[in-house]
């Protein structure tokens, strides 16, 4: 019986520093692709200058007035800064958020391989009286 107490113990570490720490790479890896795939940065990138949401700012037609066509110019233009900025504040956002993830990450691969220490120096902190 302890025997095999001592088998799955044995397997679950040889498993957390093998297979384990690829496992928990390549779902690290998912995470910050499902960010970009979220805010769909190479989108937002190649729309960048397009308008934003126009339905009525549409080409005048050459038998329109000055008035009209001058009209129609600054509505397009309105929508195109709008949607340049609205735009911009996403890949901003995007980019903050996948920085911020690539760091934290990196910080867990990090601490994969001490994390199943860290029991262990709880008892051990507790018994050399360290309180939080």
Not at 81 to 106: A, D, H, K, M, P
Request: net charge positive; proline share 3%; charged share 15%.
């Amino acid at each position: 019986m302890c025997y095999n107490r001592l088998m799955a113990i044995a397997e679950m570490i040889l498993w957390w520093y093998t297979s384990g720490w690829g496992v928990f790479i390549r779902k690290l890896g998912g995470f910050l692709s499902s960010v970009t795939d979220f805010f769909s940065m190479d989108s937002l990138v190649r729309t960048l200058f397009k308008p934003f949401r126009q339905i009525s700012a549409e080409a005048a037609s050459e038998h329109a007035s000055l008035d009209i066509r001058f009209h129609m110019f600054l509505d397009r233009l309105v929508s195109r800064i709008i949607g340049f900025f609205s735009r911009l504040i996403l890949l901003i956002t995007g980019t903050i958020l996948i920085i911020l993830g690539g760091v934290l990450s990196l910080i867990l691969i990090i601490l994969w391989p001490v994390l199943p220490l860290t029991p262990i120096a709880g008892v051990v902190l507790a018994a050399i009286g360290v309180v939080l």
